[in-house]
């Protein structure tokens, strides 16, 4: 049940955010801002402030957000998993799969990364393919390969410069 939504603006696009009584269930780029409701809701308030230190000041820092996506018992292990691949970092599908005890599931960790509601914090970014190649992101391969180059970087001047 959503509660709250809003827009907030992004150096990569706008991003739209909404919440329920538990969490945070979606955040994901949009091409078209519509009506807000409740756009001052704390965890918005709070979403937007975490997106705005991940692009502007560190994107080093964890996003400390009450989650509430919803999904399958996998895609929920996998986005879970996710969450655990290091700032500056990329895992394969294969890599992944592998690490969640799926030797053969690179493919259906592909499919759960393509399901994610909740873009950035749930960092399927972060997931490349076999041979290192960026793949498979809802967002557009630019926009994954700026993600990637903004985590890498150590001066926030420098940041700012890729977007």
């Known amino acids: 049940m959503v509660i709250a939504k809003t827009y907030h603006h992004t150096p990569v696009g706008v991003a739209y ?13 949009v091409k078209q ?16 402030q975490q ?12 996003f400390t957000l009450p989650l509430d996506a ?5 895609q929920h292990k996998v986005w879970r998993a996710l969450q655990t691949i290091p700032v500056g970092k990329t895992y394969t599908y294969g890599s992944l799969a592998k690490t969640l005890d799926m030797p053969n599931g690179a493919r259906a960790i592909g499919t759960a990364c393509g399901k994610n509601p909740i873009w950035l914090v749930v960092p399927c970014h972060r997931v490349v393919g076999s041979n290192g190649k960026l793949t498979g992101y809802a967002w557009g391969i630019d926009i994954k390969r700026k993600l990637l180059q903004h985590e890498s970087q150590t001066s926030v001047q420098t940041q700012l410069q890729l977007f």
């Open 70 to 74: 919803k999904g399958t018992p996998f």
């Open 33 to 48: 801002i519509e009506e807000s409701l409740d756009p001052k809701h704390p965890t918005l308030v709070w979403a937007i």
């Open 51 to 62: 997106l705005d230190r991940y692009f502007y000041k560190s994107p080093t820092l964890p």
């Open 17 to 29: 955010i909404e919440c329920s009584p538990k969490g945070i269930t979606a955040i994901r780029l």
